[in-house]
T-cell receptor, first 111, second 111 residues
Framework: DTGVSQDPRHKITKRGQNVTFRCDPI?????LYWYRQTLGQGPEFLTY????????KSRLLSDRFSAERPKGSFSTLEIQRTEQGDSAMYLC?????????FGQGTRLTVV | KQEVTQIPAALSVPEGENLVLNCSFT??????LQWFRQDPGKGLTSLLL?????REQTSGRLNASLDKSSGRSTLYIAASQPGDSATYLC??????????FGTGTRLTIIP
């Protein structure tokens, strides 16, 4: 059990470019979550998967954001046409029961 | 809408002292409450999870209590050490799978 893994750890992109992040959950965890955290704030929920089904999306997840979990294992979060306001830490978490375990996050900077 | 508040936003204490961090939430209909630690620029490390039917949980020098009816939780840290310096976040689950976080308490232990 190597914990939740996120890639890349850091991403700098120009405004208007598309970016994709990957999350590998703890094996056998059927639930996977994406959160976004800006400086000085707590993480905010973006979306949630149970196996391959995306069951809930926050209103924070605009049309430029899309998340997938094609085989119920790893997940990707894509942001199209990035804006400076997208700069944040993107956190992935997984769980099998009650306790959520988080990855190290992907720090996105849009310049 | 569930709201989570953590006071104080920052706390500095000398090494060796015992301390208490506070968390309050507006909707008492929670399933569980989880305390996390976050080091600068890093992801979240789960410290303790308290189910709604429980009053407290202990792990080493950490003890978390939950008073669901009053919407409060505390995290007690005994015999603080410089390595305890981090931001501590509490989060509640209201049964819809997502966690609602507070903004955290930034703790500094002075050697």
């Amino acid at each position: 059990d190597t914990g939740v893994s996120q890639d890349p750890r850091h991403k700098i992109t120009k405004r208007g470019q598309n970016v994709t992040f990957r999350c590998d959950p703890i094996s056998e965890h059927n639930r996977l979550y994406w959160y976004r955290q800006t400086l000085g704030q707590g993480p905010e929920f973006l979306t949630y998967f149970q196996n391959e089904a995306q069951l809930e999306k926050s209103r924070l997840l605009s049309d430029r954001f899309s998340a997938e979990r094609p085989k119920g294992s790893f997940s990707t979060l894509e942001i199209q046409r990035t804006e400076q306001g997208d700069s944040a830490m993107y956190l992935c978490a997984s769980s099998r029961s009650l306790e959520a375990f988080f990855g190290q996050g992907t720090r996105l900077t849009v310049v | 809408k569930q709201e989570v508040t953590q006071i104080p936003a920052a706390l500095s204490v000398p090494e060796g002292e015992n301390l208490v961090l506070n968390c309050s939430f507006t909707d008492s209909a929670i399933y569980n409450l989880q305390w996390f630690r976050q080091d600068p620029g890093k992801g979240l490390t789960s410290l303790l999870l308290i189910q709604s039917s429980q009053r407290e949980q202990t792990s080493g020098r950490l003890n978390a209590s939950l008073d669901k009816s009053s919407g409060r939780s505390t995290l007690y840290i005994a015999a603080s050490q410089p390595g305890d310096s981090a931001t501590y976040l509490c989060a509640v689950s209201s049964g819809n799978e997502k966690l609602t976080f507070g903004t955290g308490t930034r703790l500094t232990i002075i050697p």
